[in-house]
């Protein structure tokens, strides 16, 4: 029973875990498209990985092991993959994700050959980008798609490169619906920066209630608050606000609100010169 897998990687069928993983590692050097410019390099690179994902998982690898080159129509794996390429069919990694998923072959083999085709990836990977506000709060957030525009539910927390999975929302074939798989890009924002479950805030404070104190408002993402500041404010100095900041979707905890602090001087030249002549002669120079 042919299996050219073996032959892509340059080794024995009974070749060990290292062995292969070390055959992998040398080809993939030899042939990257950075290092090596010749034609036809990319596809050696490309047949050299999906080969390495077959014989590098137990699973497929036993597969592969029992049904040989049969898998591929009776081609070798070199020209299989070189049909595929010039017909113009999905890309070679969906095709064998579906083969080896299960998805590819129906109640066995018959002369060697598949006895059916390996279904079409149906799915769509696209990136959306939300306000800061809704990677906080969650919310609705419009997507267009396939151009179809609908509202998906984001849940409070999220984070900035998460993936989102939103059920037959991706391409319709034959009464089959794939998925849409959503990668979130959070938009940054002027006034917050998120740190793990906490974000912080920064907010103008004047020399005179970072001197004296006083009770100032601070609008946040939720609702207005109250915040007392203390005399001998430092500029920078943080006051925490429990359980204002971002769900954690694992523990569903809510992390804290860190205001900070920015104390705003005075411009010397609006303050009264009898002000300045007293500031001059009794503030400490050190």
């Known amino acids: 029973m042919a299996k050219s897998l073996y032959e892509t990687l340059e080794i024995d069928e009974n070749a060990t875990e290292a062995e292969i993983k070390k055959a992998y590692r040398k080809l993939a050097r030899q042939y990257h498209p950075d290092v090596n410019k010749e034609s036809g390099a990319e596809d050696k690179f490309k047949e050299i990985n999906a080969a390495y994902e077959i014989l ?49 072959f129906g109640g066995g083999f018959g002369g060697g050959g598949f006895s059916q085709q390996p279904q079409q990836n149906l799915d769509i990977e696209t990136s959306v980008t939300i306000p800061f506000s809704v990677s906080i709060l969650g919310g609705s957030h419009s997507v267009s798609v396939n ?17 989102m999975r939103v059920k037959g929302k991706g391409h319709a074939q034959g009464g089959r619906a794939g998925d849409l798989f959503l990668k979130i890009t959070v938009a940054s924002n002027p006034e917050y920066v998120r740190e793990e479950d906490d974000i912080v805030k920064s907010f103008d404070v004047s020399l005179y209630a970072a001197l004296f104190g006083e009770k100032i408002e601070i609008k946040t993402l939720e609702k207005e608050i ?61």
Do not use: C, W
């Open 147 to 163: 151009g179809e525009r609908f509202d998906i539910k984001i849940p409070a927390g999220v984070k900035n490169g998460e993936k």
């Open 56 to 104: 590098s998982d137990k699973e497929k690898k036993q597969q592969y092991d029992r049904h040989g080159d049969s898998m591929f129509g009776g081609q070798n794996f070199h020209d299989f993959s070189r049909s595929h390429r010039s017909a113009g069919n999905a890309d070679l990694d969906e095709i064998l994700r579906s083969m080896f998923s299960g998805g590819g």
């Open 226 to 286: 109250k915040l007392k500041i203390p005399q001998n404010t430092k500029n920078g100095q943080r006051f925490r606000v429990k359980e204002m900041g971002a769900m954690n979707r694992k523990t569903k905890v809510r992390g804290d609100l860190y205001l900070r602090a920015n104390i705003v001087l005075p411009n010397i030249d609006d303050l009264d010169e009898s002000l300045v002549k007293i500031m001059k002669e009794k503030l400490p120079k050190e």
